[in-house]
């Protein structure tokens, strides 16, 4: 199966610099990597994804970049702010699965 | 309703009680999960339904788990006989279409056993 790992564990900037989170997958059958979103005692919440089709995605201060050929992608925020502090999912999911796997997540703490 | 809604929000059940743990997904949509997410990890997958049917129950960890979708809309998740390492929470969620694109997740239940 499918084994997705992420790091870092914890990322602290400061507010207005950026943050780089990184995954790798195992499957290279794999085709759809979304980013999740988990504040304290919330639910995890879709905030971008990509297929394998293409290797740069952005929306507003959001980007994710794609190495199909490395096997890993990466979660860009640009210009961050205190909101953006939350716990960061990777996931990726293949035709042969009916499910997301997902990395152990990496704490973002932005700094006032 | 507007999301994917779970019920109870937290539950703690003594070691050796049953439990059940309820989804109401978004209405309309086909295919709906289970997750189990333990303290400072990422979801886990525990079984699939596309409509009433259940697709997928690989990431069952044992037979004391067992879940249903009897008419395509609400699902349960049951335990039965709760140990100490069912602890974790309990993410339910919801696709318009089938396989994982497009999650809404719900808000999980926190399932502590004593």
């Known amino acids: 199966g499918e084994n997705v790992e992420q790091h870092p564990s914890t990322l602290s900037v400061q507010e207005g610099d950026s943050a780089v989170i990184k995954c790798t997958y195992s499957?290279?059958?794999?085709?759809?990597f979304p980013w999740y979103k988990q504040e304290l005692g919330k639910r995890p919440q879709l905030i971008i994804d990509?297929?394998?089709?293409?290797g740069e995605k952005k929306d507003q201060r959001i980007a994710v970049t794609l190495n199909k050929t490395a096997k890993h992608f990466s979660l860009h925020i640009t210009e961050t702010q205190p909101e953006d502090s939350a716990v960061y999912f990777c996931?990726?999911?293949?035709?042969?699965?009916?499910?997301?796997?997902f990395g152990t997540g990496t704490r973002l703490t932005v700094i006032p | 309703g507007a999301g994917v809604s779970q019920s109870p929000r937290y539950k703690v059940a003594k070691r050796g009680q049953d439990v059940a743990l309820r989804c109401d997904p978004i209405?309309?949509?086909?295919?709906l999960f289970w997750y189990q997410q333990a303290l400072g990890q990422g979801p886990e997958f525990l079984t699939y339904?596309?409509?009433?049917?259940?697709?997928?129950k690989s990431g069952l960890p044992s037979d004391r788990f067992f879940a249903e979708r009897p008419e395509g809309s609400v699902s349960t998740l049951k335990i039965q006989r709760t140990q100490q390492e069912d602890s974790a929470v309990y993410l339910c969620?919801?696709?318009?279409?089938?396989?994982?694109?497009?999650?809404?997740f719900g808000s999980g239940t926190r399932l502590t056993v004593v």
């Open positions: 499957d290279s059958a794999s085709n759809y």
């Open positions: 996931a990726a999911s293949n035709p042969g699965a009916n499910n997301l796997f």
């Open positions: 969620a919801s696709s318009l279409r089938d396989r994982g694109y497009g999650y809404t």
């Open positions: 209405s309309g949509h086909v295919s």
């Open positions: 990509i297929r394998s089709n293409v």
């Open positions: 339904f596309q409509n009433e049917a259940q697709l997928d």
